[in-house]
């Protein structure tokens, strides 16, 4: 524990042997292709197969070809597998072909026509909201929330200061480097079985069983090797699944469908667009009195988990600050464009980034420093959150900043480019954010999920992990592996962790929400004890023992009562109440706590934003393993500089129009600066030898920290991401010219 | 089954081996090395040559393999991930890939390592700023590159 073993997957991985979707291939295999609405709302009123294309060998699915139901199962019942008549996106499923030559399957895809009759789409926040066109329920709205603590209509009238701002976030893509894929074979016969590039098997098998109407034994997913996540691959591979699987069950063969990079970026989930608008009321030294927060949600065209990303959102929209008159008012609205989904940090990295501009504006508006009026705010130990929920861990912000302060130079950097900022081409600026990250699901969600995961031991003395929990880059094995061997005292190399596959791993939930180390690596801690407890209990084994001693109590166990295998059900701690009808109590067991500072350049000439340094400090609990830990704070701060500075969806009719690699640009090596992250090791009565979540931390804190510091670099305040060089250049040529 | 007419014989060294593969001209030789080669080691990222995931060695330059026709291999020697390693042992890249932190999900991986393997070749010890500079062509979306570069460095090291 705390040591950095290797990476179990690690040496597949470096040697290119690790096996993902696309790698794999079948006797018999057949190429599956989608094929979507060209229009973001209508009527779907028929198809036409033209063209010189050979329909008689290809595989046609359309929705009356379905078996089962016609749903994605997930929150709502409303999104079909294929169109039935009428169109809610640009990128809607309307039809799926099938074909062993991918060249004739494009020339197929071509030649589909499409009789539709167009309607006026819902494209923006404000169209939604107007209501001129209701495409979904009664009034467009996914899900909203009211969250109060306090009055805040009792400070307006007496408040000393009153501040108000709106933020706005574009959406972002997650590009994974492995796009999403699948194959299936399917029939009456054997049932459903998907191999897929996924994070969340069982949501896929709870999705499959309804479409072909199948008993859960006749449907089996398993996961392959995952070439990154980051929440595109938790509710999306439902879809591209059950389309590879229709089409097996109709052709009769396996089918893989490997979307290409256009396909994926303009057809699967993004981070959702957002608009917060925020009025507080401020003393003079700038400590909150009120906080009323609206934090709207465009969530396309169908439900998919917006309710639970909203959630996310809200609760986390009032910051890591405390203030005694709290309301957020919350909606995600249904738009006609290409649903979207989870992404890293969940509606959270929206919402602080809202709070953390208005932190800015409040020192601005009040002539104080952006610190000072943190530190006025910030949550301690005994305070209560926006949902009345008393923070009884150590809360140490002061000591955060003053651990990111010391390792950036924030202080003398912020004197010194003051000074040097009054000329020159290069303008150079110094911000911080401070941001908390609930860790695992959202209140009564893990009461209500009941996660299992196990541990068996086999004659030749070897622990396997047993989790539907997906190793997707984060280091899932790894850690599941180190818990177990230190639960049990044997080395790491004897521990094997289970492919995720439904058929032998247990419902471990989704490997989402910071969950999988603090929830799930408890349960196998447990179940490690478990194992040890009988083996011990059995006279199997003494209470110190040896690797040798262990192996020959795991084959006497074998010989003599068969397998072991110990599998641990959530429990949940006796502390955590939450009420959800009126949003108060114990949102989350625990809290990530973090103070990120950015130091940016602008160049006065090119407009360009470069992130020269980076510190991100965090308390998280016990680290379990230090290099994997700063990893995933790193690919988070770089995805958090995407965000900020470089990753623009242009939206087009409701399509994004640059798909492509070539024109949504993420960082490379050469925009990213050096990242030095810090842990503090603080609260360790929270999951496995005290870790607690950590994956979607750093998402959080990157994009307002660097606007902040953009704002002493040049004087301007941005309160909408991304901010590209036009944008600078816009807002610097403008205050020129008057 | 018969010779497709539009299919050529094109002939190349492929991680030390021969090679005879029977494709269209233009059949990217990304493809040629999965699907024909069966070496899938080599990954499709993007399909336009800017993730970089499908790096490989031409004659020693690295290139990317989905912008690369099966044509243009012809008397040329590709290397490819699956050529590094010596028996059981990781060459020293791959070697510090693992020890470092190198890689995460693994999908841009294969890339990156053969165009730090390149780098290294052309200059043993590069700088930091060196390193950035060369692996910019490869997208990572999981590390933030710390790590990578880490590797890099440390292999430059390892290997002097």
């Known amino acids: 524990m705390g040591k950095n073993v290797l990476r179990k997957e690690g040496a597949a991985k470096v040697t290119g042997e690790a096996r993902y979707i696309d790698d794999l291939r079948f006797p018999g295999m057949i190429h599956g292709v989608t094929v979507r609405s060209d229009i973001p709302r209508g009527k779907l009123l028929g198809l036409r197969f033209e063209g010189d294309v050979p329909w008689n060998e290809i595989t046609v699915v359309t929705a009356g070809d379905i078996p089962g139901e016609n749903i994605v199962t997930m929150h709502e019942k409303d999104q079909p597998y294929l169109a039935q008549g009428e169109i809610h996106h640009s990128q809607e499923p309307v039809a799926l072909l099938a074909h062993p030559d991918r060249d004739v399957l494009q020339r197929a895809l071509r030649s589909v026509k499409l009789d539709v009759e167009p309607l006026p789409p819902v494209l923006t926040l404000d169209d939604s909201l107007a209501r001129k066109h209701v495409i979904w329920g009664k009034d467009n709205v996914f899900k909203s929330f009211r969250l109060q603590k306090g009055d805040p209509s009792s400070i307006w009238l007496s408040a000393p200061r009153i501040v108000e701002g709106e933020y706005v976030t574009g959406a972002q893509e997650q590009l994974y480097i492995e796009p999403q894929g699948a194959i299936a074979v399917a029939s009456p016969a054997e049932g459903v079985t998907v191999w897929g590039s996924l994070q969340c098997p069982y949501y896929v098998h709870k999705a499959l069983k309804p479409l072909f109407g199948l008993a859960g034994d006749r449907v089996r997913v398993i ?205 150079k600026g110094i911000g911080l954010a401070c941001v908390m990250h609930g860790a695992g699901f959202t209140g009564s969600g893990e009461n209500n999920l009941k996660a299992v995961a196990g541990v068996e031991i086999t004659p030749e003395g070897r622990v396997r992990v047993l989790s539907g ?154 680290v379990i393993h230090p290099l994997l830990a700063a990893g995933q704070i790193e690919g988070g701060v770089a995805q958090g500089i995407g965000y900020a500075l470089y990753e623009n969806v242009v939206w087009k009719d409701g399509r994004m129009a640059n798909n492509q690699m070539t024109n949504y640009i993420i960082p490379t090596s050469l925009d990213t600066p050096p990242i030095r992250v810090f842990f503090e090791e603080d609260n360790r009565e929270h999951g496995p030898f005290g870790a607690k979540g950590i994956g979607e931390l750093p998402m959080d804190a990157p994009a307002p920290a660097i606007l ?8 301007v305040s941005f309160d909408k991401i991304p901010v590209l060089p036009e944008d600078v250049m816009h807002a610097l040529e403008g205050r020129r010219g008057g | 089954m018969g010779a497709d007419p539009k299919r ?66 012809e008397g040329r020697r590709i290397e490819t991930v699956e050529g590094l390693r010596r028996g059981k042992k990781l060459h020293p890249v791959q070697e510090s890939f693992l020890r470092h932190g190198g890689a995460q999900c693994g999908a841009c991986t294969p890339g990156m390592v053969m165009a730090a393997v390149s780098l290294l070749r052309e200059k043993p010890k590069p700088s930091r700023a060196e390193i950035r500079e060369y692996l910019s062509g490869n997208l990572c979306r999981c590390t933030g590159y710390v790590k990578i570069l880490d590797s890099v460095a440390r292999a430059g090291e390892a290997e002097s």
């Open chain 1, 708 to 715: 902040s510091a953009v704002e002493m670099a040049i004087g």
């Open chain 2, 8 to 73: 050529a014989l094109v002939r190349f060294r492929l991680n030390g081996k021969p090679i005879r593969a029977r494709a269209y001209p233009l059949t990217r030789l990304l493809d040629v090395l999965r699907e024909e080669c069966g070496l899938t080691g080599t990954k499709e990222g993007c399909g336009e040559g800017e993730c970089g995931a499908c790096s490989v060695l031409v004659d020693g330059e690295l290139v990317n393999s989905c912008l690369f026709p099966v044509v243009q291999a």
């Open chain 1, 223 to 427: 996961q392959t090797e995952t070439g990154g996540g980051f929440g595109g691959k938790e509710e999306y591979p439902s879809v591209i699944a059950g389309h590879a699987a229709l089409l097996a069950w109709k052709s009769g063969r396996p089918v893989k469908m490997i979307y290409p990079r256009d396909e994926d970026m303009a057809a699967t989930t993004k981070r959702h667009p957002s608009r917060t608008r925020i009025r507080s009321a401020v003393d003079e030294k700038g400590r909150l009195l009120a906080l009323e927060i609206e934090f709207l949600l465009d969530g396309g065209a169908y439900c998919t988990l917006s309710p639970v990303v909203l959630s996310r959102g809200t609760i986390h929209a009032s910051g890591p600050y405390r203030c005694d008159h709290v309301l957020v008012d919350s909606r995600a609205l249904a738009t006609n464009t290409p649903p979207h989904g989870a992404f890293r940090g969940f509606g959270a990295p929206q919402s602080l980034f809202a709070i953390e501009r208005h932190m800015d504006r409040i020192a601005r508006e009040l002539g104080l420093s952006p610190e000072a009026v943190r530190r006025a705010n910030l949550l301690r130990s005994g305070d209560t959150t926006a949902t009345s929920q008393i923070i009884r861990e150590k809360v140490d912000f002061p000591g955060l900043i003053a651990t990111a302060a010391r390792h950036s130079g924030l202080r003398e950097k912020c004197r010194s480019f003051a000074r040097s900022n009054r000329g020159g081409r290069f303008r």
């Open chain 1, 469 to 622: 929990s997906t190793e997707i880059g984060q280091g899932t094995n790894t850690i599941f592996a180190q818990i177990a061997a230190d639960a049990l005292g044997i080395s790491y190399d004897d521990v094997d962790v289970a492919q995720p596959d439904t058929r032998s791993v247990p419902d471990s939930g989704p490997t989402v929400a910071s969950r999988t180390c603090m929830i799930v690596g408890k349960l196998v801690e447990s179940a490690a004890n478990g194992i040890k407890d009988t083996l011990v209990r059995g006279g199997l084994l003494g209470k110190r023992y040896t690797r040798a001693q262990f192996k020959a109590a795991c084959s006497r166990h074998a010989a003599r009562a068969g397998s072991l295998r110990c599998l641990m059900s959530y429990e949940p701690p006796a502390s955590v109440s939450w009420d959800d009808a009126n949003y108060r109590g114990e949102a989350y067991a625990t809290y990530a706590w973090a103070v990120y500072v950015a130091e940016v350049s602008v160049d006065m000439v090119t407009y360009r934003v470069s992130v020269d340094d980076f510190v991100a400090v965090q308390e998280v609990g016990k």
